[in-house]
DNA sequence: GGACTCCGTATACC
DNA sequence: ACGGGTATACGGAGTCC
């Protein structure tokens, strides 16, 4: 085992670290023997620039002066957390002495790091980490769900009213175990303590549930406080405690409060699913019944109550709400079982608990290998370099249009290839430790890849799956760590000439491909849609293609086919669609699709690809004089014409901005101002545009979905109708003025007819042919490239 | 009063 | 507490004619 990946300590069996005392740490284990704890001395510490900050410092401390000349010489260590805390105010009030601009917190000593999670800092120190000779299975994992009652005429649960208990606690674990504590004859006191006592009797490990941070525990605790009892679910007896946010910045960029139990972790399914789907974006929300349906495994029999029934059933159809609040936790498990494999091996070789590990993004985690490293071997740490990145992907359009067929390929790992390929890391990485852990982590994830791709057994494929996928996620983040602002081995120079080779290796394959009279159609970063040759048509033919161009490439740079397809419609850079030969149809690009356009135009514009990219005239003009005929007879509800926005700044922060003439009002913010007395950063607010004039100002005429009123909806028809165009007028450019103007208008008195027309294929003009080009090449679809359902072999 | 540019914010792609 | 750059859409404000 790699001590650059597992830090040097082999020690096994740590199933969870809390900081016990002012001077030590309660490290768990599980032996064969079972769980036992031992208390383990613990030295915090902090690196600083210059020693003499600390000269006059009366308490007892170290100062180790590091090897090597990079900005963080000198490691101070403590033998108390609060006399650590001491030491950085004692250097505070020396830095301030002699500062212009005066310091108030740690955070803005640019002479002195440190760490505030004081577990990290003793996984850190001691090259401790958990899980070692583990297994995911070993770890005894318990899935939560409350189902609360809704006081009559509400509309949501309410902890703080004391009719709105909590009625039913749905439990399972890992280990096929279910339960549920019902409150039909119990109350809800009792329910609450036959809960802690569950969880101390069955002594578990991490507790999973679904959005857990943001209402399970909350409501737990508050009535838990109602009730007059203590949460006491710790190990060692103490409560769940939640992080007293002394970082006030907490709440600015994440909307949950963080809780913590002595010996134990909690898993929050809901963050697991986000961080899965920031890499693969193919999630429309993060709901746990959704999710189930995606992973495939969501039972058929699978009992569904809406969230404003749940009162009604539990008053009338109480053993119904008990099946669906089983079928709730039962789904947490598979989502977990699923999603925190991956994390739990990271955690195996990250200096950080496990729920920490859940949490954290992936350059702290980075870093922290970094850093874990170099304080072992007493070697000097960098302070961030100042500067930005000037270069990143190459993205391209050649053509729009429809065109077909269409080969997408992709290579492989572009970045981090190139980062082994060319030996690109930090220049201030003296140790040259960023390369090797690069390496090591790809050789790891190669080998499990092979191994999956060899066994035959499906629990241990799924099992090196994870593996594998939780390396690359890893891997995939060194080259964000270069251009990482904060990054302590941050190289700005490094990561533009990664990008600048991935820019020559995608030139390099888009000569190959046209030299062989291929068409290539869009680019972006690592992929390439073209059209293959017509002496390389049908899958093998392809295939064999792909082959042929990938040979020139540098060694370590991989091609792979992604997928292939009938026609793409393209559009813009990064917008596109494309329908398979399942004839099922991908739609890419905010442009086409975006979670901020109303509803009814997300339906207008998937209708209209679909009609496009099946060659569908008719079918685009009928569209389009349906959606505005719904329109003008008011024919659409409120939630098809709202549009939904979250609210990233504080009531305050938009008022001052406001003011300042920083930015513009808007629609989203004026309803909340005017309906809502506070909000969350974070929170979304849907609203719609009133007024009858089409060009209204939108934050002047705007009224929260809530106000709307079917008997007398007073949407802004004209607006809508103006907005209707503005989306159509996205397919302009497919066509010429006259057929445009044919097909989404309503004027067809005397009839619409689609003979004649003909979607265009436009080249895009290259920025380099600007000057002998004013206009693009406009021409009708070629044979060669047109999608002509005889040409095709599949 | 429209056409135009500029700017900040939001969303999405890789 | 925090990976990155590239790209499009949109609303509002200011400017010009």
């Known amino acids: ?53 600390l000269d006059n410092f009366p308490i007892k401390h170290w100062v180790k002066e590091l090897q090597g000349s990079n900005f963080f010489r000198y490691l101070c260590a403590f033998t108390r957390w609060s006399e650590m805390w001491d030491a950085v105010h004692h250097i505070i009030e020396v830095y301030n002495r002699g500062a212009v601009k005066r310091v108030e917190s740690f955070n803005d000593l640019p002479i002195l790091h440190l760490r505030y999670d004081p577990v990290s800092q003793f996984l850190m120190q001691t090259g401790r980490t958990l899980f070692k000779g583990m297994n995911f299975e070993d770890l005894h994992r318990l899935q939560l769900d409350i189902e609360t009652y809704t006081k009559h005429g509400q509309k949501f649960s309410n902890p703080n009213r004391p009719e709105d208990q909590i009625i039913l606690i749905a439990l399972s674990d890992n280990r096929g175990w279910e339960y549920v504590i019902s409150g039909k004859n119990t109350s809800e006191k009792e329910m609450l303590l036959e809960l802690v006592q569950i969880i101390r009797e069955r002594d578990v490990d991490v507790i999973e549930g679904h959005n857990i941070f943001n209402f399970d525990l909350p409501y737990i605790l508050k009535r838990c406080e109602l009730c007059g009892i203590d949460f006491t679910v710790g190990r060692d007896g103490s409560s769940l405690r939640s992080s007293d946010s ?69 008053d009338h159809e109480p053993d119904l709400l008990v099946r669906y609040a089983l079928d709730d936790v039962r789904e947490t498990r598979l989502l977990s079982d699923h999603l925190s494999r991956g994390v739990f091996y990271l955690a195996q070789m990250i200096p950080f608990n496990y729920g920490t590990a859940a949490r954290l993004g992936s350059a702290v985690k980075i870093e922290s290998l970094f850093v874990r490293e170099y304080l072992h071997q007493k070697h000097s740490i960098p302070k961030p370099q100042m500067g930005a990145q000037t270069s990143g992907g190459y993205t391209d359009i050649f053509y729009t249009g429809l065109l077909g067929p269409i080969v997408d390929i992709d290579v492989e790992s572009l970045y981090p290839s190139i980062m082994i390929g060319e030996k690109i890391g930090p220049k201030s990485d003296t140790l040259g430790i960023c390369y090797r852990i690069l390496e090591n982590l790809t050789r790891m994830r190669l080998d499990a890849k092979r191994r999956m791709n060899k066994s035959e057994n499906q629990t241990e494929r799924m099992l090196l799956d994870a593996l594998q996928s939780s390396f690359k996620i890893l891997i995939n983040s060194f080259y964000g760590y270069l251009g990482y602002s904060r990054g302590l081995f941050n190289d700005y120079e490094a990561a533009d000439k990664v ?163 920083h930015r513009n009002r808007t629609a989203a913010y004026e309803v909340a101002l005017a309906n809502l007395t506070h909000w969350k950063i974070g929170d979304r607010i849907a609203y719609y545009i009133t007024g009858t004039d089409m060009n209204v100002k939108g934050f002047e005429h705007c009224k929260l979905v809530d106000e709307w009123d079917p008997n007398f909806p007073d949407e802004n028809m004209q607006y809508y109708l ?38 265009l294929m436009l080249h895009v003009p290259r920025v380099t042919e600007e000057v002998e080009e004013e206009e693009s090449e406009v021409f009708q679809i070629h044979p060669t490239i047109e999608l002509d359902e005889s040409e095709h072999i599949v």
Not at 588 to 595: E, F, N, Q
């Open 1 to 53: 085992m790699d001590p650059l990946l597992y830090g040097h300590n082999p020690e096994q069996g740590i199933v969870a670290v809390r900081q016990a005392s002012d001077s030590t740490m309660r490290v768990y284990i599980r032996s064969p023997e079972g769980l036992t704890s031992k208390e383990v001395e613990f030295y915090p510490f902090f690196l600083l620039s210059d020693s003499s900050f």
């Open 246 to 314: 002394r970082s006030g910045s907490r709440e600015r960029f994440t909307n949950y409060i963080l809780y913590e139990i002595d010996g134990r972790h909690i898993i929050d399914t809901m963050l697991l699913l986000q961080s899965y789907d920031q890499s693969k974006r193919v999630l429309e929300h993060y709901g746990l019944k959704y999710a189930a349906q995606y992973f495939g495994f969501a039972k058929e029999d699978r009992m569904y109550i809406p969230a404003d029934r749940i009162s009604w059933y539990w």
């Open 499 to 661: 990008t600048q080779s991935g820019q020559k290796i995608l030139h390099q394959l888009i000569n190959s491909i046209t030299s062989h009279l291929g068409i290539v159609v869009e680019v972006d970063t690592d992929g390439i849609f073209f059209v293959p040759p017509r002496s390389f048509q049908g899958e093998e033919k392809e295939k064999e293609f792909v082959k042929m161009i990938s040979k020139d490439l540098p060694r370590g740079i991989n091609l792979v086919m992604n997928g292939r397809y009938k026609v793409i419609l393209s559009y813009k850079k990064k917008n596109y669609a494309l329908l398979g030969y399942d004839n099922k149809i991908v739609i890419k690009g905010s442009s086409l699709i975006s979670r901020s356009m109303e509803k009814f135009g997300r339906y207008f514009i998937q209708q209209c690809v679909d009609a496009l990219l099946n060659r569908n005239i008719n079918g685009l003009h009928e569209l389009y004089l349906n959606v505005y005929r719904d329109i003008i007879e008011h024919k659409l509800s409120v939630a098809d014409f709202a549009k939904t926005e979250t609210l990233r700044e504080s009531r305050e922060e938009y008022l001052e901005a406001v003011e300042k003439g």
């Open 722 to 759: 103006k907005r209707l165009l503005e989306l159509a007028k996205k397919f302009e450019v497919f066509f010429t003025p006259e057929d445009f103007h044919a097909i989404f208008s309503t004027d067809d008195l005397f009839g619409f007819s689609a003979e004649g027309i003909t979607p």
